[in-house]
């Protein structure tokens, strides 16, 4: 008898779910161009074989710059965490615990690990730099260095930059401790102990401004050939990619494939594009297009194993510091808010780069940001980019979550209805060029929590 009664509410309860279900059912399907999500950068470009990688600080390794960084990526480099004074600050005395984090922070997350790096002219320890040694010494010590640092990652490391920046802009090699104490073939060397210490890891020279075909990306490319001639482990190299906004270069594509052609495999190892700050819409769509040239170019030229960005947040970046006046050189934003380069590193590798809304097929994106909130008020922006094509008028909804209400609008005509938010252009902001942007504002009311809405662009 009771249970009857059970039996019988529950199917009412059912038909009632049924019919709900059926009536959103109705509003999905006429809610204009509501496209689903990419899945995370990791997933797209190992679907393309590629590997999107970033540079990481193993001390931040907690939070939300932990979950975007076992999310989004599937290969590490620590930032510095594997360098000479970092791993050996005094002779003898070893400190591996941010290397070792990084490491099984990667394992755990099924992500490859870039050792950077063994031989370099910068961040060395005094009692390396400072001494003094006959070549003899020098040479041991060095090759203590590469064995005991390759040796104690052995199996786990997919590449090691074994020598990292060896070249003048000139092509000339750099006067370094180790091309001053042991003579030009110290690579040669480092390459070989590398190699002993771990067979498996794929060995790596890696420089900057060896983008371009340019007298210093021949260099490395004579002694890539010269090495391999004489059969010492070479199988890549690196191309680091510090950029400046708008000033890729054309030839990155045609050098990718020279160094391709001569038998070794290529990665962009530290991308970023800087920008004077502070940043703007333009500014913003233009990086993307660069991200999206940069991604473009490798996914295009098979031996280009893949990308790895020098750090993913802008609040993980070294530009501020190297580089007076300018930084927002990463694919997030300092709160972590993935900015118009994110989305176009998804396009190159195949997803729609739309982030949930939008058409697939026409290269711009909204992106909703919270300016500023105070008690119960905020202030939010959107911003329509376009990146390698353009919109006569655009048009963007997004559904509140936790009962925000618009009550002012700016640069667009806003209406709010139930939960749902429908902004369209102004009669004078409908356009936005290919590498543009277009920017509108509003305020609103919150309470409790104000997350942000995923926005669609129609
Ligand atoms: O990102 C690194 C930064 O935190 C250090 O202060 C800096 C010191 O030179 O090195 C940065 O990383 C460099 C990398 O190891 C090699 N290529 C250039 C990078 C930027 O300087």
Avoid at 62 to 82: H, K, Q, V, W
Avoid at 124 to 145: E, R
Avoid at 240 to 265: M, Y
Avoid at 281 to 298: E, G, P, R
Wanted: charged letters at 15%; aromatic letters at 10%.
């Amino acid at each position: 008898m009771r249970l009857t009664r059970w039996a019988s509410l529950f199917t009412g309860v059912v038909a009632l779910g049924a019919l709900l279900v059926a009536a959103l059912g109705a509003v999905l399907v006429a809610a204009p161009s509501a496209h689903a999500a990419d899945p995370p950068l990791r997933d797209l470009a190992a679907a393309k074989g590629k590997i999107i990688g970033t540079a990481v600080t193993g001390g931040k390794l907690t939070g939300t710059y932990a979950d975007i960084a076992g999310r989004e990526f599937n290969s590490l480099t620590p930032g510095n965490a594997m360098k000479w004074e970092s791993v050996e600050p005094s002779r003898g005395t070893y400190n591996w615990a941010e290397a070792d984090r990084i490491v099984d922070f990667a394992e755990a997350h099924g992500q490859q690990v870039r050792g950077h790096t063994l031989v370099w002219h910068s961040q060395n320890p005094g009692w390396l730099t400072g001494g003094s040694w006959t070549p003899a010494q020098f040479s041991a010590i060095v090759q203590d260095h590469i064995t005991t640092e390759v040796g104690r990652y052995k199996g786990r490391l997919a590449a090691w930059d074994v020598v990292n920046e060896p070249f003048n802009e000139d092509g000339t090699y750099r006067q370094s401790l180790f091309y001053n104490h042991l003579g030009p073939d110290y690579i040669a060397q480092a390459l070989t102990w590398a190699r002993a210490a771990d067979p498996d890891a794929k060995l790596y020279i890696n420089d900057y401004n060896v983008e371009g075909v340019n007298a210093k990306s021949t260099a490395l490319y004579n002694l890539v050939k010269s090495l391999k001639e004489r059969g010492v482990p070479i199988d890549g190299v690196g191309l680091q990619a510090h950029f400046i906004l708008g000033q890729i270069p054309s030839t990155l594509q045609q050098n990718i494939q020279r160094f391709a052609d001569l038998g070794v495999d290529v990665a962009i190892t530290e991308l970023d594009i800087r920008m004077q700050v502070p940043a703007t819409d333009a500014k913003l769509a233009q990086q993307a297009a660069d991200y999206k040239a940069v991604m473009n170019a490798c996914v295009a030229v098979a031996r280009c194993t893949g990308v790895t960005v020098w750090g993913f947040t802008d609040s993980d970046s070294w530009i501020p510091d190297f580089f007076e006046g300018y930084g927002a050189a990463t694919p997030y934003d300092e709160n972590f808010a993935p900015k118009p380069a994110y989305y176009a590193i998804a396009q190159s590798l195949g997803g729609t780069g739309d982030g949930g809304g939008g058409d697939p097929t026409d290269g711009c994106t909204a992106t909703y940001r919270v300016v500023n909130q105070w008690n119960t008020g905020f202030t939010g922006e959107v911003t329509v980019s376009c990146a390698g094509a353009s919109l006569s008028s655009w048009n963007v909804n997004w559904t509140y979550g936790a009962g925000q209400r618009i009550t002012q609008a700016w640069n667009a005509n806003c209406t709010q209805s139930g939960a749902t938010v429908s902004c369209s252009n102004a009669s004078y902001n409908g356009a936005v060029p290919n590498g543009g942007s277009v920017t509108f504002g509003f305020n609103g009311s919150w309470s409790g929590s104000n997350p942000v809405p995923t926005v669609a662009l129609g």
